[in-house]
């Protein structure tokens, strides 16, 4: 009985230890986790990434499915559909700043500009290197070009000027090594001036 509280005290010990070394060996587990996405430059995770970044949007046509609009599974991501023909819609009587959009087509104040071709295609990213992508992601610059005109709403570069090294390669990789589909974007088209 004269031991019993020593007893008592060291399993109370022991299972403090064994709850406390438990914790850090989930939060260093969770933290090594974070670490390794972090630097994962796959095309695994650049699928992910452009999945959550919502970039089907805007660059994916669209079908008619049984439940609706879908994802045209065999021109993912080739951007406005070419064989379209081009509206531009008349912006006359809706309010200042309103943007329509139409098909991968977006008019608004600035013009009418076009959901890029992203797949592997020459005419798409296909022959772009890594520094082009990250110019047109990070800077706005259309096809990663210094000397080109800034890319257009509503694609939110912006949003991408501080995007992680490692997630901008996992993009990349993904990009390139889609199914290339052969897609010649038409070009942007100034406002319409109206009288």
Known sequence: MKNRPLIVAGIISAFIYLLSSCGDADSGDRVSLDAAAGQDTSAKRGGYLVTIMGCDDCHSPRIMGAN???LDPDRLLSGY????????PDMKGLPPGSIVATGG??????????????TSDGTGIGNWSL?????ALTHGKFKGIDEERMLFPPMPWENYQHIEEADLKAIFAYLKSTKPVKNVVPAYMPPVKTK
């Open 81 to 88: 559909d070419s064989t379209v023909k081009v509206v531009v």
């Open 105 to 118: 087509g977006f008019t608004g104040p600035w013009g009418t500009s076009f959901a890029a071709n992203l």
């Open 131 to 135: 520094e082009q992508f990250k110019k």
């Open 68 to 70: 609706g609009p879908q």
